[in-house]
């Protein structure tokens, strides 16, 4: 997208509550917000389930973010802790599970496979890799459901991200900092960074160094903060 910086770092990182004004008519300068549940509505229905994903949509969501990890028989999963017993019926640790053996979720479910996800009608589903090793199994799932498109894999382990990029020149992905790490960052560290990949910005960082990161305005962003919302 090419929007000028002034207006591009606040349609990309202020939350979204509904959609973008155009800041023109030419399509090139529009400000793209689309709207994620995070870990689907999951303040309401349990996280990072089927029933969460679908009521995040029902409610007119564009999509949602989900966190990944495989199973120790290479089946993506989708559950944001390394342990199972905060969300399902009894614990464990996913990556030394085969898929059969997990428990199902507390709603009743069973854990959702990354696969049967992506048959969601979602416009945009924020991939997030949790730990390492984890990328081959993720990209495998996405590609097998045809949905390379929408999705956008994410991470706070930069080397899973570089790692699926390189074998996927075509896959969208983008770098997950936390505050202080952000806080942190410099602009020659963000130079030598491939102008493709997305940057996912804490609203905390950006609030103290705006001028900072007005340089970066044109970097693509979504899915972060700016355009997820937690509900």
Do not use: Y
Request: glycine letters at 8%; aromatic letters at 6%; a negative charge.
């Amino acid at each position: 997208m090419n929007i000028p910086a002034d207006e591009g770092l606040l349609a990309r990182l202020t939350i979204a509550r509904g959609r973008s004004t155009p800041v023109a008519d030419d399509p090139r300068r529009r400000p793209l917000s689309l709207i994620l549940g995070h870990r689907g509505l999951s303040t309401t229905h349990l996280e990072n389930s089927l029933d969460a994903f679908r009521a995040a949509l029902a409610a007119g969501m564009d999509g949602f973010e989900l966190d990944v990890q495989p199973t120790r028989d290479g089946v993506c999963m989708v559950l944001h802790d390394e342990t199972l017993e905060r969300t399902a019926s009894a614990g464990g640790i996913l990556r030394q599970m085969n898929a059969a053996e997990l428990p199902g979720l507390k709603n009743g479910e069973s854990v959702p496979r990354l696969l049967d996800v992506l048959q969601l009608p979602a416009l945009r589903v924020n991939v997030e890799l949790k730990g390492r090793p984890g990328w081959k199994p993720a990209l495998a799932a996405v590609e097998s459901a045809n949905a390379l498109d929408r999705v956008l894999f994410s991470s706070f382990e930069h080397c899973e991200i570089l790692s699926l990029w390189t074998a996927c020149p075509e896959a969208r992905c983008g770098f997950l900092w936390g505050t202080p790490e952000a806080l942190a960052l410099t602009a020659a560290a963000l130079a030598d960074l491939p102008p493709a990949l997305w940057l996912h910005i804490p609203l905390e960082a950006l609030q103290h160094r705006p001028g900072f990161w007005a340089p970066f305005a044109l970097r693509p962003s979504p899915g972060g903060l700016g355009h997820e919302v937690r509900c």
